[in-house]
């Protein structure tokens, strides 16, 4: 692959997204407006260093994203880099890799890859394990709709959800991000438990809620596996619990918005939506 000239093109346009821009403004347009009473009641002051948000389609999930979106939009957030962690869903690849397009592609334009950035990253190029997958992609058309133009983004595909991984990863992006000296703002693209009844899921997600409020990443892997949680992104999470850690050990986390997949399409097995926000003092 020609890396200085590669476009990843849009994989699920018109499946987890729209497939014109009109339709993703509209959408995210509409979601931001239902989402208006409880957003006027948040307020976040410091820096925003990043997020969790989820990866699902935005017909369930856009009314949770948006809350982290809007609160960069409001605080005038204008990242050189943004730094987007995701799982892997089909299982190819490395056990971390980014993925060495150039550009990547939605219905809303291009966006550059930051691929000196990914350089200094020291973790494989791997094509194969960007295909297919979606959890970087879906989060593409709420940074170009909210964010200011200019953004590059860097995509950091996770297969292998270790907390050595993470922990490692978040402390290379911030000695690459001094390195280079970008403003960097890091999403932890996750969705939460997967296809159990509102209020089980609740429980299980709680005890995971619980550890990132407690600022424990290490304490996100165990309790995801030992009760078999099925938070999909939860490496993804740790790196950015890191990577906060590294700039502020007592950052904050904010709960902006929960919800699940039943509010949308009414059924006794969900999924879980989660929007954090992560607050450090640092600039």
Same mark, same amino acid.
């Given at each position: 692959?020609?890396?200085k000239?590669?476009?990843?093109?849009?994989?699920?346009?018109?499946?987890?997204y729209?497939?014109?821009?009109?339709?993703?403004?509209?959408?995210?347009?509409?979601?931001?407006?239902r989402e208006?009473?409880?957003?006027? $009641?948040?307020?976040?002051?410091?820096h925003?260093?990043?997020?969790?948000?989820p990866?699902?389609g935005?017909?369930?999930?856009?009314?949770?994203?948006v809350?982290?979106?809007?609160?960069? %939009?409001?605080? $005038?957030?204008?990242?050189?880099?943004?730094?987007?962690?995701?799982?892997n869903?089909?299982g190819?690849?490395?056990? &971390? +890799?980014?993925? =060495?397009?150039?550009?990547?592609?939605?219905?809303? =334009?291009?966006?550059?890859?930051?691929? /000196?950035?990914?350089?200094?990253?020291? &973790?494989?190029?791997?094509?194969?394990?960007?295909?297919?997958?979606h /959890?970087?992609?879906?989060?593409?058309?709420?940074?170009?709709?909210?964010?200011?133009?200019?953004?590059? &983004?860097?995509?950091?595909?996770?297969?292998?959800?270790?907390h050595?991984?993470? %922990?490692?990863?978040?402390k290379?992006?911030?000695?690459?991000?001094?390195a280079? +000296? %970008?403003?960097?703002?890091?999403?932890? +693209?996750?969705d939460?438990?997967?296809?159990?009844?509102?209020?089980?899921?609740?429980v299980?997600?709680?005890?995971?809620l619980?550890?990132i409020?407690?600022?424990?990443?290490?304490?996100?892997e165990e309790?995801?596996?030992?009760h078999?949680?099925?938070?999909?992104?939860?490496?993804?999470?740790m790196?950015?619990?890191?990577?906060?850690g590294?700039?502020?050990?007592?950052y904050?986390?904010?709960m902006? $918005?929960r919800?699940?997949?039943?509010?949308?399409?009414? /059924?006794?097995?969900?999924?879980?939506?989660?929007?954090?926000?992560?607050?450090?003092?640092?600039?």
């Amino acid at each position: 692959m020609d890396t200085k000239q590669s476009v990843r093109k849009a994989g699920v346009s018109g499946m987890f997204y729209p497939g014109s821009a009109d339709e993703i403004r509209h959408l995210l347009d509409n979601a931001l407006e239902r989402e208006g009473d409880a957003l006027q $009641k948040q307020a976040v002051t410091g820096h925003i260093a990043g997020g969790v948000v989820p990866h699902a389609g935005m017909i369930y999930c856009a009314r949770q994203a948006v809350h982290f979106f809007e609160h960069c %939009r409001r605080n $005038k957030v204008n990242p050189d880099t943004v730094v987007i962690v995701h799982p892997n869903h089909a299982g190819a690849g490395p056990a &971390i +890799s980014t993925d =060495g397009y150039a550009f990547w592609e939605t219905p809303l =334009g291009k966006v550059p890859a930051d691929m /000196s950035m990914a350089g200094k990253l020291n &973790i494989p190029v791997s094509a194969e394990a960007q295909a297919g997958e979606h /959890s970087a992609e879906v989060l593409l058309p709420y940074l170009q709709h909210f964010l200011p133009d200019g953004f590059q &983004i860097l995509s950091v595909n996770m297969l292998s959800q270790r907390h050595d991984l993470a %922990r490692q990863l978040g402390k290379n992006i911030v000695s690459a991000a001094r390195a280079l +000296s %970008r403003n960097v703002l890091v999403l932890a +693209s996750s969705d939460f438990s997967h296809f159990l009844s509102p209020a089980e899921s609740k429980v299980l997600d709680d005890m995971v809620l619980q550890q990132i409020f407690s600022r424990n990443a290490s304490g996100v892997e165990e309790t995801v596996r030992r009760h078999q949680v099925s938070v999909c992104g939860f490496g993804p999470v740790m790196a950015l619990m890191e990577y906060a850690g590294e700039l502020n050990a007592d950052y904050k986390v904010h709960m902006l $918005k929960r919800g699940h997949s039943g509010e949308v399409s009414p /059924s006794h097995k969900v999924v879980n939506y989660v929007s954090l926000l992560f607050e450090t003092d640092a600039e």
